[in-house]
């Protein structure tokens, strides 16, 4: 990582921004996407976002709330505020979004995890079941969402092709897109599910409950918690060449973004997941035994 400083006549984001705040989150969307076009219409990414903090609180016909840990409403609104950056940073690095382009695009972020919701009538477990095909489940959300949506009705495939994006195992080049303007919004938002999580100030703590996600979704590839944490290292350096090689670099344009919203010539979250990979690090070198005792972090 370089050594940019950062200008100070701007405040740092990490500070501004309530991350535990999903109204906070929306609203600096809401002006990330006005700098992006002006003329804006909000009306469906407002509607879109009110029913999904219905489906997530429980109050959503026909769905429980959300309770799966880390696979919540944070990292929701996380991968939301990370996708809508990216695409000011493009759109400042001349890759123009139509307004139905950053509607699609912002709306399948904010609804990309909706396959962990459990329906009502679904009493057993916990959502992380369904870990193995919740992309398949949001996307039938999609299609009976907008299924009498006239303005989306020709995209439910481009929905379905985007939310595919945020597959660690889906050949993202074998995609058959329909235009290049969903392809790289495509790759923004499994770029935006990565980083929205690993830049997060309670990523390594989150982590602790995704091992019991996995346990619940019948995916056996961790011994403990421990053997997560220390897979994790490895699995940043998988993600960093996944970014280059099936989600075209796209993560390149934050910086802009940064640049022109806080006059900072630093990507935060590069500085951010750093910062945590450097954390675990020591945690795994120096207290393995005592691990969980530096998981209680002040931030």
Known sequence: ??????????????????MDSPQSVFDEVKIIVSMMDP??????????YQDVVKLYSGSYPGYRQCNTEYHDFRHTMSV??????????????????????????????????????????????????????????GIEFFQQYYAHNNYFKNNMNDFRDILYCT????????????????KLIGSMLGTADILGQMGD??????????????????????????????????????????FVNQLGNVNKHMISHFRSRWNMNVDQYEKDIERNINYLKFIIHKQEKNYLRYLKRVV
């Open 1 to 18: 990582m370089g050594t940019e400083k950062t200008d100070n006549s701007r405040p740092d984001p990490t500070k501004v921004i309530d």
């Open 39 to 48: 003329g804006f219409h909000f009306e469906r990414l407002e509607s879109a």
């Open 80 to 137: 939301v505020l990370a996708t809508a950056r990216l695409m000011h940073g493009a759109s400042i690095d001349n890759h123009n979004f139509t307004e139905k382009g950053i509607n699609i695009g912002l709306i399948s972020a904010l609804m990309h995890d909706v396959g962990y919701i459990q329906t009502i009538d679904d009493d057993t477990g916990t959502g992380a079941k369904y870990t193995l095909t919740h992309i398949d489940r």
């Open 167 to 182: 597959g660690m195992s889906i050949e993202i080049n074998a995609i058959k897109f329909s235009s290049q303007e969903i």
């Open 201 to 242: 100030r309670l990523y390594l703590e989150k982590l602790l409950f995704l091992y019991y996600e996995f346990v619940e979704g019948d995916i056996a590839i961790f011994k403990n918690q421990l053997d997560l944490l220390k897979k994790t290292l490895s699995f940043y350096g998988m993600m960093k060449e996944r």
